[in-house]
């Protein structure tokens, strides 16, 4: 036996899929857009290791250099430091400046010279904002729910030339 459907019952199921669609449809587009928000997040993190390692490493290499007898800690040239932090974020909407501090810290002591070593450890703070309608909610760690902190920290020995 064939059955017959009416014109009425055609538009209720068509009725019932615009539905189900408008249900998942924001379901799936959170899940899209989350996915892509934390491709975003990965490279801005990567980016932002660099930068630090970078820093790190002229920190390193600029540090005063000190003489055997005294053994004074050394002295970091913040300045080169944060140049290259800023070339690598340039200062642009709605992207805010990235923080930096460096700070020397002690480490071992050189037995052949009686002065201990020193390594730079800097940490460069950046607040990213969620550029992907809702993925607020899920990634960010703010209390605004529009942006998410990355914090980036690197320890290099600071290079110092043998005066004995």
Same mark, same amino acid.
């Given at each position: /036996? ?21 249900? /998942? ?14 491709? @975003? ?7 932002? @290791? @660099? #930068? ?25 040239? #913040? ?8 070339? /690598? ?12 501090? #460096? ?22 703070? @950046?607040?990213i904002p969620m550029i992907f309608p809702m993925t607020g909610f899920i990634l ?15 320890? /290099? ?8």
């Amino acid at each position: /036996m064939i059955r017959q459907t009416s014109q009425r019952g055609r538009k209720r199921s068509r009725g019932q899929v615009l539905v189900e669609v408008l249900l /998942m449809l924001p379901v799936f587009l959170l899940l899209i857009f989350t996915v892509m928000e934390t491709g @975003h997040l990965a490279f801005r993190t990567i980016l932002l @290791h @660099h #930068a630090a390692y970078e820093a790190a490493r002229i920190g390193s290499l600029t540090a005063s250099a000190y003489a055997a007898p005294g053994c004074p800690p050394p002295v970091i040239n #913040a300045s080169k430091m944060s140049k290259i932090v800023n070339a /690598m974020f340039p200062p642009r909407a709605p992207y805010p400046s990235p923080q930096l501090s #460096a700070v020397p810290e002690r480490t071992l002591t050189d037995p052949q010279e009686g002065c201990p070593n020193y390594d730079v450890k800097v940490t460069v703070v @950046h607040r990213i904002p969620m550029i992907f309608p809702m993925t607020g909610f899920i990634l960010s760690n703010t209390r605004d729910r529009q942006y998410r902190t990355l914090v980036a920290e690197v320890r /290099m020995p600071i290079e110092r030339p043998l005066f004995k």
